[in-house]
C-alpha cells in the first residue's frame, strides 16, 4: 500500500475494489491498528492510531472492529459461541452475570437462536460462522466495522442474507463500514462511494453510481467489462488487460498499470500520475482518462 489517502464519513459505506494482491486487506488491517503503516497516518475520529496522542488501543478496539474474510479460520475452533463473544463483551466490561443474555441478544440479532450459544464452530454451515463473525464484531458497540470481503467463500445464495444483514445493521446502529470486495456487483449494490485500487494505488475513487456508470480509469473500465451480464445484447468496454499483475515488491515505473494498459503511451512509463478531480468528487489517476 503506497499514497493511498481515504476519508471515510460517518454512516457511510466505502468500497474497496480490486484484483486479490493489490493491498486491499492490508489497508482494512492497517485502519483498524491491526498493522503499523512504515509511514503516513491513519486517524480515528481525528485521533492517530500510532504516536503520540494516539488513541488507546482498548478504547480503539471497542469502537473500530473488523470482519475477517474466511470464518473458517477466523473463529477459534476450541471455543464455544459463548466463549468467543464472550471476549469481545468483557472488552467491553459487560459484567459476568450479563454476558449470557446479551450473547443471545447478539445472536438473535444476526439471525441465530439461543440454542446455538454452546456450540463450536465447526457445528456450524459457513453462512452461520459468517453470522457469528458479525455478531463478535457488534459486542463490542462499534461506531466502524472493516468487512474485509465478508462473502468471498460463502454460496450465493449465502452472500445475500448477508449482505441483507449488514444493511440493516447499518441502519439500526448507524455503523460506518470500509467494504472490501472484488466483486463489483456487491460494491455498487452495498456502497454510498468506491475507491478502486491496483497494486497499492487508487487509481479512481468517486460516487458509487459515477464510478460504475462512467468509469474513468482503464483499470476500472476493465474490471466492469469482466463482470458477467446475462443479457446478449449488452456488452463491456471491451478493454481486456494483457499480462499478469506485477509483483508489487518490485512495481513498473510511472504508472502500475502500464505494462497491461490498452491506451499506454510513453509518458504512463516514466510519470505517474496523481490522482486528480476529473468530475464532481469523482477522481481519477490516468494521463488519458476517458469515459
Not at 234 to 259: A, I, M, Q, Y
Request: some cysteine; hydrophobic content about 35%.
Amino acid at each position: 500500500v503506497d499514497g493511498v489517502s481515504i476519508e471515510i464519513l460517518p454512516g457511510e459505506t466505502l468500497g474497496l475494489v480490486g484484483e486479490s494482491g493489490c493491498g486491499k486487506s492490508t489497508l482494512g488491517r492497517a485502519i483498524v491498528g491491526l498493522y503499523e503503516p512504515t509511514e503516513g497516518d491513519v486517524r480515528f475520529q481525528g485521533k492517530p492510531l500510532w504516536g503520540q496522542g494516539s488513541i488507546p488501543k482498548t478504547a480503539l478496539r471497542r469502537q473500530a472492529q473488523i470482519i475477517f474474510q474466511n470464518p473458517y479460520s477466523s473463529l477459534n475452533p476450541r471455543h464455544t459461541v459463548r466463549q468467543i463473544i464472550g471476549v469481545a463483551l468483557a472488552a467491553r466490561g459487560v459484567h459476568p452475570q450479563d454476558r449470557e443474555a446479551e450473547t443471545i441478544g447478539l445472536l438473535r440479532r444476526v439471525g441465530l437462536g439461543a440454542d446455538h450459544i454452546d456450540r463450536y464452530p465447526h457445528q456450524f454451515s459457513g453462512g452461520q460462522r459468517q453470522r457469528i463473525g458479525v455478531a463478535r464484531a457488534l459486542a463490542t458497540n462499534p461506531k466502524f466495522i472493516v468487512a474485509d470481503e465478508p462473502l468471498s467463500s460463502l454460496d450465493v445464495s449465502v452472500q445475500a442474507q448477508i449482505i441483507n444483514l449488514l444493511q440493516e445493521l447499518q441502519e439500526d446502529y448507524g455503523l460506518t463500514y470500509l467494504f472490501i470486495t472484488h466483486d463489483l456487483r456487491v460494491a455498487y449494490h452495498m456502497s454510498h462511494r468506491i475507491a478502486v485500487m491496483y497494486l497499492g494505488k487508487i487509481v479512481e475513487k468517486g460516487p458509487t453510481d459515477s464510478l460504475i456508470k462512467h468509469p474513468l480509469h482503464p483499470y476500472t473500465q476493465a474490471l466492469i467489462g469482466a463482470v458477467f451480464v446475462p443479457d446478449p445484447k449488452k456488452k463491456g468496454f471491451g478493454r481486456v488487460l494483457k499480462g499478469e499483475v506485477p509483483s508489487p515488491v518490485d512495481p513498473p515505473s510511472g504508472c502500475r498499470l502500464h505494462p497491461r494498459c490498452p491506451i499506454a503511451q510513453d509518458i504512463c512509463k516514466e510519470v505517474e500520475p496523481e490522482l486528480v478531480p476529473a468530475e464532481d468528487n469523482h477522481l481519477v489517476a490516468c494521463h488519458f482518462a476517458i469515459g
